[in-house]
């Protein structure tokens, strides 16, 4: 699979299997959490995989009842590190970290795209109550979870807006 066939190939996936994920898929996950770009390489950015059911459903209802996030066999809560507020001070940690975390849940959402595994961007959630499920460190903030699993469906592709309006050459 070429890079732009998985780019346009990949959907939000809400309905998982009830099927585990292997060791090896895992791993390959995490890889390319870790080998995603980070600003000044300082890799601001910590990892939550959640494969406990209770703590998937305690999520699921911290993120405003999105229930699919417990039946996916594996979640996972991606954080922010304010540490990184030393070398680029506020706008490393509100935008840089931001950024770093996000590259990585792109490179990982492709791989897993790629690997026959669904997933979902989440960003509608309480983040107190996250970190307080997960015992997240305060220098960690949580601003995504991604629920990942084999898809149980597969919705249509959505409509874009053409390239002549999102871009603009200069």
Same mark, same amino acid.
């Given at each position: 699979?070429?890079?732009?066939?998985?780019?346009?190939?990949?959907?939000? +996936?809400?309905?998982?299997?009830?099927?585990?994920?292997?060791?090896?898929?895992?791993?390959?996950?995490?890889?390319?959490? +870790?080998?995603? $770009? %980070?600003?000044?390489?300082?890799?601001?950015?910590?990892?939550?995989?959640?494969?406990?059911?209770?703590?998937?459903?305690?999520? %699921?209802?911290?993120?405003?009842?999105?229930?699919?996030?417990?039946?996916?066999?594996?979640?996972?809560?991606?954080?922010?590190?304010?540490?990184?507020?030393?070398?680029?001070?506020?706008?490393?940690?509100?935008?840089?970290?931001?950024?770093?975390?996000?590259?990585?849940?792109?490179?990982?959402?492709?791989?897993?795209?790629?690997?026959?595994?669904?997933?979902?961007?989440?960003?509608?959630?309480?983040?107190?109550?996250? %970190?307080? +499920?997960?015992?997240?460190?305060?220098?960690?903030?949580?601003?995504? +979870?991604? $629920?990942?699993?084999?898809?149980? %469906?597969?919705?249509?592709?959505?409509?874009?807006?053409?390239?002549?309006?999102?871009?603009?050459?200069?």
């Amino acid at each position: 699979m070429n890079i732009l066939d998985a780019v346009k190939q990949r959907r939000s +996936i809400r309905e998982f299997q009830d099927r585990e994920i292997s060791d090896d898929l895992i791993a390959k996950l995490k890889e390319a959490l +870790i080998w995603a $770009p %980070s600003a000044g390489n300082l890799q601001a950015r910590k990892f939550f995989f959640v494969f406990d059911q209770d703590k998937k459903k305690q999520l %699921s209802t911290a993120a405003l009842d999105q229930e699919y996030i417990a039946s996916a066999p594996l979640s996972i809560v991606a954080c922010t590190d304010s540490g990184i507020k030393m070398h680029y001070g506020e706008r490393g940690e509100y935008l840089y970290a931001v950024q770093d975390v996000s590259a990585s849940i792109m490179c990982m959402m492709l791989v897993a795209h790629e690997q026959g595994l669904g997933s979902v961007w989440v960003g509608a959630f309480h983040e107190d109550n996250v %970190s307080e +499920i997960l015992e997240i460190p305060e220098n960690y903030r949580p601003v995504s +979870i991604i $629920p990942i699993g084999y898809a149980a %469906s597969i919705p249509e592709t959505p409509a874009r807006i053409s390239a002549e309006y999102a871009i603009t050459e200069i």
